[in-house]
Protein backbone atom coordinates (compact mmCIF):
# COMPACT_ATOMS: atom_id res chain seq x y z
CA UNK A 1 0.00 0.00 0.00
CA UNK A 2 1.25 3.82 -0.71
CA UNK A 3 2.14 5.22 2.18
CA UNK A 4 0.10 8.35 1.39
CA UNK A 5 -3.02 6.07 1.71
CA UNK A 6 -1.89 4.35 5.11
CA UNK A 7 -3.82 5.25 8.11
CA UNK A 8 -2.63 2.81 10.89
CA UNK A 9 0.42 4.96 12.76
CA UNK A 10 1.98 1.49 13.40
CA UNK A 11 2.60 0.82 9.73
CA UNK A 12 4.10 3.81 9.22
CA UNK A 13 8.01 4.74 9.39
CA UNK A 14 8.99 7.38 11.97
CA UNK A 15 9.92 9.66 9.08
CA UNK A 16 6.47 9.09 7.22
CA UNK A 17 4.92 10.21 10.46
CA UNK A 18 6.72 13.33 11.15
CA UNK A 19 5.67 14.06 7.50
CA UNK A 20 1.82 13.54 8.74
CA UNK A 21 2.79 15.99 11.65
CA UNK A 22 4.18 19.32 9.67
CA UNK A 23 0.63 17.93 7.60
CA UNK A 24 -1.14 18.89 10.67
CA UNK A 25 -2.79 15.95 10.61
CA UNK A 26 -5.51 14.30 12.97
CA UNK A 27 -4.22 11.45 15.20
CA UNK A 28 -7.48 9.53 16.37
CA UNK A 29 -6.98 7.65 19.53
CA UNK A 30 -9.59 4.46 19.70
CA UNK A 31 -9.99 3.80 23.43
CA UNK A 32 -12.00 0.76 24.46
CA UNK A 33 -12.47 -2.05 27.10
CA UNK A 34 -11.83 -5.54 27.47
CA UNK A 35 -15.23 -7.14 29.20
CA UNK A 36 -18.12 -9.92 29.09
CA UNK A 37 -20.22 -9.26 26.37
CA UNK A 38 -22.94 -11.72 27.29
CA UNK A 39 -22.66 -15.76 26.23
CA UNK A 40 -22.45 -14.56 21.99
CA UNK A 41 -19.57 -12.31 22.18
CA UNK A 42 -15.96 -12.50 22.85
CA UNK A 43 -14.70 -10.03 25.10
CA UNK A 44 -12.86 -7.90 22.88
CA UNK A 45 -15.70 -6.63 20.99
CA UNK A 46 -15.56 -3.19 22.55
CA UNK A 47 -11.93 -3.01 20.74
CA UNK A 48 -13.22 -4.69 17.30
CA UNK A 49 -15.82 -1.87 17.07
CA UNK A 50 -13.89 1.01 18.31
CA UNK A 51 -11.01 0.21 15.99
CA UNK A 52 -12.78 -1.00 12.97
CA UNK A 53 -15.20 2.34 13.54
CA UNK A 54 -11.88 4.75 13.89
CA UNK A 55 -10.14 2.96 11.07
CA UNK A 56 -13.39 3.44 8.36
CA UNK A 57 -13.23 7.06 9.57
CA UNK A 58 -9.94 8.18 9.02
CA UNK A 59 -10.53 6.33 5.69
CA UNK A 60 -12.88 8.40 4.52
CA UNK A 61 -11.61 11.51 6.01
CA UNK A 62 -8.39 10.53 3.67
CA UNK A 63 -9.97 10.17 0.73
CA UNK A 64 -11.75 13.86 0.92
CA UNK A 65 -8.08 15.02 1.53
CA UNK A 66 -8.04 15.45 5.10
CA UNK A 67 -4.53 13.93 6.59
CA UNK A 68 -5.25 11.69 9.51
CA UNK A 69 -3.60 9.05 11.38
CA UNK A 70 -5.00 6.27 13.59
CA UNK A 71 -3.37 5.15 16.80
CA UNK A 72 -3.69 1.21 18.00
CA UNK A 73 -6.57 0.86 20.02
CA UNK A 74 -6.16 1.36 23.59
CA UNK A 75 -7.77 -1.93 25.13
CA UNK A 76 -7.68 -1.56 28.61
CA UNK A 77 -10.56 0.76 30.02
CA UNK A 78 -13.09 1.27 33.19
CA UNK A 79 -15.00 -1.83 33.48
CA UNK A 80 -15.34 -2.41 37.08
CA UNK A 81 -19.41 -3.17 36.42
CA UNK A 82 -18.35 -5.96 34.54
CA UNK A 83 -15.46 -7.48 36.61
CA UNK A 84 -18.30 -10.32 38.09
CA UNK A 85 -19.14 -12.37 35.34
CA UNK A 86 -15.23 -13.44 34.77
CA UNK A 87 -13.31 -12.70 31.74
CA UNK A 88 -12.66 -8.48 32.09
CA UNK A 89 -9.77 -6.66 32.89
CA UNK A 90 -9.97 -3.00 34.42
CA UNK A 91 -8.40 -0.32 35.16
CA UNK A 92 -8.58 1.74 38.18
CA UNK A 93 -9.25 5.87 36.42
CA UNK A 94 -5.58 6.71 37.46
CA UNK A 95 -3.89 4.30 35.69
CA UNK A 96 -6.51 5.00 32.58
CA UNK A 97 -6.02 8.72 32.76
CA UNK A 98 -2.34 7.88 32.93
CA UNK A 99 -2.25 5.62 29.68
CA UNK A 100 -4.30 8.20 27.64
CA UNK A 101 -2.21 11.20 29.16
CA UNK A 102 0.66 8.70 27.76
CA UNK A 103 -0.17 8.41 24.41
CA UNK A 104 -1.80 11.86 23.67
CA UNK A 105 2.08 13.32 25.43
CA UNK A 106 3.56 11.26 23.02
CA UNK A 107 1.42 12.18 19.78
CA UNK A 108 2.42 15.91 20.74
CA UNK A 109 6.02 15.63 21.35
CA UNK A 110 6.01 13.53 17.43
CA UNK A 111 4.55 16.77 16.27
CA UNK A 112 1.22 16.79 16.33
CA UNK A 113 -1.64 19.18 17.25
CA UNK A 114 -4.72 17.41 17.30
CA UNK A 115 -6.03 14.64 18.89
CA UNK A 116 -9.60 12.74 19.14
CA UNK A 117 -9.94 10.51 21.62
CA UNK A 118 -12.82 8.21 19.95
CA UNK A 119 -14.16 5.94 23.12
CA UNK A 120 -15.64 2.82 22.04
CA UNK A 121 -17.09 1.65 25.89
CA UNK A 122 -19.81 3.28 27.77
CA UNK A 123 -17.85 3.00 31.27
CA UNK A 124 -15.17 5.17 29.83
CA UNK A 125 -17.28 8.07 28.38
CA UNK A 126 -16.87 10.71 31.59
CA UNK A 127 -13.77 9.86 32.07
CA UNK A 128 -12.13 10.15 28.62
CA UNK A 129 -14.18 13.66 28.53
CA UNK A 130 -12.09 14.68 31.56
CA UNK A 131 -8.79 13.30 30.35
CA UNK A 132 -9.35 15.19 27.01
CA UNK A 133 -9.47 18.43 28.72
CA UNK A 134 -6.62 17.90 30.57
CA UNK A 135 -4.47 16.81 27.91
CA UNK A 136 -5.42 20.39 26.04
CA UNK A 137 -4.75 22.00 28.84
CA UNK A 138 -1.63 20.39 29.76
CA UNK A 139 0.32 19.58 26.60
CA UNK A 140 -1.11 22.33 24.64
CA UNK A 141 -2.74 20.39 21.53
CA UNK A 142 -6.36 20.06 20.70
CA UNK A 143 -8.09 17.25 22.10
CA UNK A 144 -11.27 16.51 21.33
CA UNK A 145 -13.48 13.31 22.69
CA UNK A 146 -16.44 11.55 22.41
CA UNK A 147 -17.88 8.50 21.78
CA UNK A 148 -18.58 7.18 18.75
CA UNK A 149 -22.41 6.12 19.01
CA UNK A 150 -23.02 9.47 20.86
CA UNK A 151 -21.59 11.05 17.83
CA UNK A 152 -23.23 9.02 15.46
CA UNK A 153 -26.36 10.50 17.03
CA UNK A 154 -29.65 9.64 15.30
CA UNK A 155 -27.94 7.78 12.59
CA UNK A 156 -28.00 4.07 13.35
CA UNK A 157 -31.94 4.05 14.41
CA UNK A 158 -33.36 3.64 10.89
CA UNK A 159 -30.93 0.36 10.80
CA UNK A 160 -31.52 -1.13 13.53
CA UNK A 161 -34.77 -3.09 14.48
CA UNK A 162 -35.14 -3.53 19.00
CA UNK A 163 -33.25 -0.58 19.62
CA UNK A 164 -31.98 3.17 18.92
CA UNK A 165 -28.71 3.04 19.67
CA UNK A 166 -25.52 1.20 21.16
CA UNK A 167 -26.70 -0.47 23.93
CA UNK A 168 -24.05 -4.06 25.43
CA UNK A 169 -23.47 -6.99 23.61
CA UNK A 170 -26.85 -5.69 21.85
CA UNK A 171 -28.02 -5.79 17.90
CA UNK A 172 -26.01 -2.69 17.28
CA UNK A 173 -22.43 -4.34 18.91
CA UNK A 174 -23.17 -7.86 17.72
CA UNK A 175 -24.38 -6.72 14.01
CA UNK A 176 -20.65 -4.71 13.55
CA UNK A 177 -18.82 -7.72 15.26
CA UNK A 178 -20.39 -10.17 12.44
CA UNK A 179 -19.32 -7.57 10.40
CA UNK A 180 -15.44 -7.41 11.46
CA UNK A 181 -14.79 -10.25 13.06
CA UNK A 182 -17.58 -12.74 12.40
CA UNK A 183 -15.12 -15.78 14.26
CA UNK A 184 -16.12 -13.40 17.36
CA UNK A 185 -19.46 -14.14 17.14
CA UNK A 186 -20.88 -17.48 18.63
CA UNK A 187 -24.26 -17.67 16.64
CA UNK A 188 -25.35 -21.16 18.54
CA UNK A 189 -25.44 -18.96 21.62
CA UNK A 190 -27.85 -15.72 19.59
CA UNK A 191 -30.83 -17.61 20.89
CA UNK A 192 -30.30 -16.89 24.55
CA UNK A 193 -28.63 -12.91 23.52
CA UNK A 194 -31.13 -10.86 25.40
CA UNK A 195 -31.72 -8.84 28.51
CA UNK A 196 -33.20 -5.56 29.90
CA UNK A 197 -33.11 -2.42 27.72
CA UNK A 198 -31.78 -0.22 30.55
CA UNK A 199 -29.21 -0.48 33.01
CA UNK A 200 -31.15 2.07 34.93
CA UNK A 201 -33.77 0.96 37.73
CA UNK A 202 -37.35 2.67 37.63
CA UNK A 203 -37.30 5.90 38.75
CA UNK A 204 -33.77 6.74 38.31
CA UNK A 205 -33.22 9.87 35.87
CA UNK A 206 -31.39 9.30 32.10
CA UNK A 207 -29.33 12.20 33.06
CA UNK A 208 -28.41 10.98 36.67
CA UNK A 209 -25.14 8.32 36.49
CA UNK A 210 -24.79 5.51 39.07
CA UNK A 211 -23.01 2.58 38.16
CA UNK A 212 -24.70 -0.67 38.94
CA UNK A 213 -23.05 -4.13 38.74
CA UNK A 214 -24.00 -5.86 35.27
CA UNK A 215 -24.23 -9.15 37.51
CA UNK A 216 -27.27 -7.51 39.30
CA UNK A 217 -28.88 -6.07 36.29
CA UNK A 218 -28.97 -8.52 33.46
CA UNK A 219 -27.96 -12.04 34.41
CA UNK A 220 -27.33 -12.78 30.27
CA UNK A 221 -24.33 -9.58 30.57
CA UNK A 222 -26.68 -8.30 27.47
CA UNK A 223 -28.46 -5.05 27.26
CA UNK A 224 -31.02 -5.50 24.56
CA UNK A 225 -31.84 -8.10 21.95
CA UNK A 226 -28.84 -9.28 19.60
CA UNK A 227 -31.50 -11.98 17.80
CA UNK A 228 -31.98 -9.61 15.20
CA UNK A 229 -28.30 -8.37 14.52
CA UNK A 230 -26.84 -9.39 11.09
CA UNK A 231 -23.68 -8.61 8.97
CA UNK A 232 -25.99 -6.61 6.66
CA UNK A 233 -26.40 -3.97 9.74
CA UNK A 234 -23.20 -4.08 10.91
CA UNK A 235 -21.91 -2.82 7.79
CA UNK A 236 -24.89 -0.32 7.81
CA UNK A 237 -23.70 0.77 11.01
CA UNK A 238 -20.29 0.87 10.52
CA UNK A 239 -20.73 3.45 7.21
CA UNK A 240 -23.84 5.80 8.56
CA UNK A 241 -20.82 6.34 12.06
CA UNK A 242 -17.63 6.63 9.88
CA UNK A 243 -19.64 9.27 8.02
CA UNK A 244 -21.39 11.26 10.49
CA UNK A 245 -17.98 10.95 12.45
CA UNK A 246 -15.87 11.85 9.61
CA UNK A 247 -18.21 14.90 8.90
CA UNK A 248 -17.60 16.18 12.33
CA UNK A 249 -13.70 15.83 12.60
CA UNK A 250 -13.65 17.36 9.35
CA UNK A 251 -15.00 20.87 10.53
CA UNK A 252 -12.38 23.69 11.02
CA UNK A 253 -14.39 25.61 13.70
CA UNK A 254 -14.07 22.56 15.75
CA UNK A 255 -10.16 22.79 15.85
CA UNK A 256 -10.04 26.60 15.89
Not at 54 to 69: D, I
Not at 70 to 83: D, F, Y
Amino acid sequence: MATDTEIEWMKLTFAELNARAAEDALVIVPVASLEQHGPHLATGVDIICATGVAQRVARRMAGAGHPVVVMPCVWTGLAEHHIPFGGTVTLDYAAFAAVLKGVVRSAARAGFKRVMLLNGHGGNAEAVAVVGGECQSEFGVAVAAGTYWHLAGDAFAPILERQSNVMHACEAETSMVMTLLPEAVRLDRLPDAHGPHSTRPEGQPAAMIRRRSFKDVTPSGVIGDARSASAAKGEALLEAAAERIAGELASPRLWS
